[in-house]
């Protein structure tokens, strides 16, 4: 089974600046795709950003976007000019080809005013 | 839209209780999921549905049944509850394809005493 890894249990920020979290994923698949998913105090879990593991472009959504290294497994996502909203839970997930979904446990993110 | 629709969103069981938790999905997905997050901790998956009359376990199916006699619909069942069973669980559903992020309902809230 694929695993995905989140090293940062707990990461902090300060207001406007820039953050980055960690993610890598173990697979033999070459087709899948990554997600990075936010959930905040409310519990309900967004899509934040998505990348197929077929472009070599990194995905951008706004302030967040991914730095996707597919030798090395790994897909962090980099928050730009972080805001109070950016506080919340973020998971790393891996779709493959098969039918499950492979989730990390998670970065705590915490923005300082 | 809806999207997919839990409820209830909070529930308190006495020890050896049953209930069902039930979801609903509205966009025609054929992938159906169940998830438990206990406080602090990532996603563990319970069982998983790729359509109608075709259900899976997960990484933590002791304790829970489930049914998919439709589409739109993925009831978690729990018998004899147990205290271990405290959590959070959300339900998530997916298209098949694997470009496909999953959608997830807002979780129900589920105490055992």
């Known amino acids: 089974a694929q695993t995905v890894t989140q090293s940062q249990p707990e990461m902090s920020v300060q207001e406007a600046e820039t953050v980055t979290l960690s993610c890598t994923y173990d697979?033999?698949?070459?087709?899948?795709?990554l997600f990075w998913y936010k959930q905040p105090p409310s519990r309900q879990m967004i899509l934040v950003i998505r990348?197929?593991?077929?472009?070599?472009q990194n995905a951008t959504e706004n302030r967040f976007s991914v730095n996707f290294q597919k030798a090395a497994k790994s897909f962090s996502l980099k928050i730009s000019d972080s805001q109070l909203g950016d506080a919340a839970m973020y998971f790393c997930a891996y779709r493959g080809t098969g039918n499950q979904f492979y989730f990390g446990t998670g970065t705590s993110l915490t923005v300082i005013p | 839209n809806a999207g997919v629709t839990q409820t209830p969103k909070f529930r308190i069981l006495k020890i050896g209780q049953s209930m069902t938790l039930q979801c609903t999905q509205d966009m025609n997905h054929n992938y159906m999921y169940w998830y438990r997050q206990d406080p602090g901790m990532g996603l563990k998956l319970i069982y998983y549905?790729?359509?109608?009359?075709?259900?899976d376990k997960g990484e933590v199916p002791n304790g829970y049944n489930v049914s998919r006699s439709t589409t739109e619909d993925f009831p978690l069942r729990l018998e004899l509850a147990a205290p271990s069973q405290t959590s959070v669980y959300f339900c998530a559903s997916s298209y098949a394809q694997i470009t496909s992020e999953q959608y997830f309902g807002p979780g129900t809230r589920l105490t055992v005493t």
């Open positions: 990348q197929e593991a077929y472009k070599q």
């Open positions: 549905s790729v359509g109608a009359g075709i259900t």
């Open positions: 697979t033999s698949e070459s087709d899948y795709y």
